[in-house]
């Protein structure tokens, strides 16, 4: 079983599909300055899959749709 749990983690790793996608990904990116607002951890994940320096107040917190929008309707 552990021989497995290897095998899936370094397939995660060194997938090509996904570093293809990813390489694809950042060559279409023209404006490197730039904020997600993600009630959830997607942001995070699309600044780490960019290669991006991590520019949102919403980095590591979860919030609940209700109050995600009430955070974004009271921004200033």
Not at 4 to 30: E, G
Request: net charge positive; with cysteine; aromatic share 10%.
């Amino acid at each position: 079983m552990q021989i497995l749990s290897k095998a899936k983690k370094i397939w995660v790793q060194y997938n090509p599909l996904a570093k293809f996608r990813k390489s694809r990904m950042r060559k279409q990116l023209h404006n490197k300055n730039i904020t997600f607002l993600c009630p959830n951890c997607i942001g995070g994940i699309l600044f780490h899959d960019l290669g991006l320096r991590f520019m949102s107040p919403t980095v590591n917190l979860m919030m609940t749709q209700t109050d995600f929008v009430k955070f974004v309707l009271n921004m200033e």
